[in-house]
Nanobody
Framework: QVHLVESGGGLVQAGDSLRLSCAASGHTFAQYALGWFRQAPGKEREFVAAVGWSGRYAGLADSVKGRFTMSRDKVENTATLEMNSLKPEDSAVYYC???????????????????WGQGTQVTVSS
């Protein structure tokens, strides 16, 4: 069992920055790919960013490239999503997720992730 807890959400203005953190516990953290997903009201959960278990492979959704950065610390068992130049369309509940993998890359599919945090709200006003 993996327990994930997100923090760092809030209400900001367009153009501002936020840092989301995900703290993992309960299992060997390094064996998991970690991902960030988001879900706005009335919309499906969508991929934002992910890092493979080794840290060698990482990816971002096209909609956030150049603005968001994801990193992970296997020693501290944490993952961070740095969000810059935020836009109103970035408003959503952001979830951290863990995917038990035997490959070094990551998936952009939410249904591949077995463990999820409770989510943290990000609201960007125009």
């Amino acid at each position: 069992q993996v327990h994930l807890v997100e923090s760092g959400g809030g209400l900001v203005q367009a153009g501002d920055s936020l840092r989301l953190s995900c703290a993992a516990s309960g299992h060997t953290f390094a064996q998991y790919a970690l991902g960030w997903f988001r879900q706005a009201p009335g919309k499906e959960r969508e991929f934002v960013a992910a890092v493979g278990w080794s840290g060698r492979y990482a990816g971002l959704a096209d909609s956030v490239k150049g603005r968001f950065t994801m990193s992970r610390d296997k020693v501290e068992n944490t993952a961070t999503l740095e969000m810059n130049s935020l836009k109103p369309e970035d408003s959503a509940v952001y979830y951290c997720a863990a995917d038990l993998v035997s490959y070094p890359t990551y998936s952009e599919r939410a249904d591949m992730y077995e463990y999820w945090g409770q989510g943290t709200q990000v609201t960007v006003s125009s």
